[in-house]
């Protein structure tokens, strides 16, 4: 079975501070993109960072980047200078072969406060 | 470029009811999925079209369907509504289908099943 797991329910962070997001996932296909979405209260779900598993170099945008470690199977967000405007649902999520369909973790809720 | 375009936003439909969900994919995309969000079960991939074709499908019972006309827009219905479809259902499109393509995805439709 192929599945996401994200352990922290919540977490909380001060504005321009730094956090990360832990994320493993589980897969026997070796070929496969991993992704994380940022859902605020608007519900409106937004990509924040892809990453593909053939590639070893970490992929990063912005503030945002990546911990791939392809053997451990983890795949962990980091958020620099974190902003009020952060603050949202963070998911977790893989595609495989040649399906579009995404497996999603189950979200960690992020707060960011001054 | 218009994003992706979900009608209604909010439903609220009664125990047997029946419902169709609307889908306009981004201009030029030709993938669409839909997945349902809950408190309980967090996202869950329902079923994804590609040129009028449902290429995959998830664990849900036959009362989830849907459809994909030529334009690429897409319907999702639910017959026999329950107490347990209450739920954001989400609708993401891609240029094709490929696990590499990112989702791009709508604001979502509340449906509420009383």
């Known amino acids: 079975a192929q599945t996401v797991t994200q352990s922290q329910p919540e977490m909380s962070v001060q504005e321009a501070e730094t956090v990360t997001l832990s994320c493993t996932y589980d897969?026997?296909?070796?070929?496969?993109?991993l992704f994380w979405y940022k859902q605020p209260p608007s519900r409106q779900m937004i990509l924040v960072i892809r990453q593909e598993a053939y590639k070893q170099q970490n992929a990063t945008e912005n503030r945002f980047s990546v911990n791939f470690q392809k053997a451990a199977k983890s795949f962990s967000l980091k958020i620099s200078d974190s902003q009020l405007g952060d603050t949202a649902m963070y998911f977790c999520?893989?595609?495989?072969?040649?399906?579009?369909?995404?497996?999603f973790g189950t979200g960690t809720r992020l707060q960011v406060t001054l | 470029k218009a994003g992706v375009t979900q009608t209604p936003r909010y439903l609220i439909k009664t125990r047997g009811q029946q419902v169709t969900l609307s889908c306009s994919p981004i201009s030029g995309h030709r993938s669409v999925s839909w997945y349902q969000q809950t408190p309980g079960q967090g996202l869950q991939f329902l079923f994804e079209?590609?040129?009028?074709?449902?290429?995959n499908k998830g664990n849900f019972p036959g009362r989830f369907s849907g459809r994909q006309f030529s334009n690429s827009r897409s319907e999702m219905n639910v017959s026999t509504l329950e107490l347990g479809d209450s739920a954001l259902y989400l609708c993401a499109s891609s240029l094709v289908w490929h696990a590499k393509n990112i989702q791009y995805f709508g604001a979502g439709t509340r449906l509420s099943v009383l």
């Open positions: 897969t026997s296909e070796s070929n496969y993109y």
């Open positions: 079209y590609f040129s009028e074709t449902q290429r």
């Open positions: 999520a893989f595609s495989t072969g040649t399906a579009s369909k995404l497996t």
